[in-house]
């Protein structure tokens, strides 16, 4: 189903109304689809929409009632000596979260998430790997739809901790003041043996196979995959879903992303 338009729904009286419509007059002539949409935490006539080509645009709803003109647009420019068959694919938008404090948006593509701060439009302040390793083979990916997944992401109670999904149900949770991250497994493990503290993982081109905390990325499950997460709005807990369960995490050091209890 391609999503063209956003919809506000009305809280009281059951009606909505289109506020972005992008559909050309020629199907022939589209050329991106819409792939999240969200409010502004604070400013209630704010909200921001993504699109399939790894655009933002900051729409304004005091402006007009249907708002095909967006009052800014966020795109990093794309380097051209990195530009491949699957440049366009993996830079679309898989999901777009405003932080807490509505300073910054949180995106997601297919290798990477994304800071962007509302007051720049040309790049984004931090932006973290998320798997690398898979680059070498987007061919395979390509080949199997899963370069088609769509992974979510979303932000710590206090805006300084990032989570999203990858494959072999892992997900990474990143610390923005210190730029480091940590990798976990989610796994029936955990539920045999609960509160258990989770160890971190590391995805190596040299993995040893004695090792049960380094993975070769040759070895990686893509049937396995976190595709939806999320924080608890005011307390260090995640909710991390797989295939067919349902994970919930703690944090034991709020301040620090490598160390989880389930």
């Known amino acids: 189903m391609l999503l063209l338009e956003v919809s506000a729904r009305y809280v009281g009286p059951e009606r909505t109304s289109d506020i972005v419509d992008i559909k050309p007059p020629n199907m022939e002539d589209l050329t991106e689809v819409i792939t999240g949409a969200e409010f502004h ?19 304004d709803m005091r402006q007009s009632a249907l708002c095909d003109r967006h009052c800014k647009v966020f795109e990093e420019a794309e380097d051209p000596t990195s530009r491949s068959f699957f440049s366009e694919i993996i830079s679309s938008i898989s999901d777009i979260k405003f932080s807490h404090s509505g300073r910054y948006m949180l995106t997601r593509d297919f290798l990477n998430l994304k800071v962007w701060d509302l007051q720049m ?48 149900n892992l997900f990474k949770m990143t610390s923005r003041l210190t730029k480091k991250d940590a990798i976990f497994e989610s796994s029936r493990e955990q539920a045999i043996r609960p509160r258990q503290l989770l160890k971190c993982k590391k995805v190596l081109q040299s993995a040893r196979r004695n090792r049960r905390d380094e993975i070769n990325p040759d070895n990686l499950e893509f049937s396995k995959k976190i595709l939806h997460c999320a924080y608890h709005p005011t307390d260090d807990i995640i909710a991390i879903a797989t295939a067919h ?10 301040s620090s992303s490598s160390s989880l209890s389930s």
């Open 41 to 59: 935490p604070r400013e209630c006539n704010l909200f921001v929409y993504s699109s399939s080509r790894g655009i933002i645009r900051l729409c």
């Open 245 to 254: 369960n349902l994970f919930t995490y703690v944090a034991k050091d709020s």
């Open 121 to 168: 439009n040309t790049k984004p302040v931090e932006t973290y790997p998320i798997h690398e390793y898979l680059r070498t083979k987007l061919c395979v990916l390509y080949e199997n739809d899963c370069i088609f997944d769509k992974f979510e992401c979303c932000w710590s109670p206090h805006d300084d901790h990032l989570l999203t999904g990858s494959y072999h």
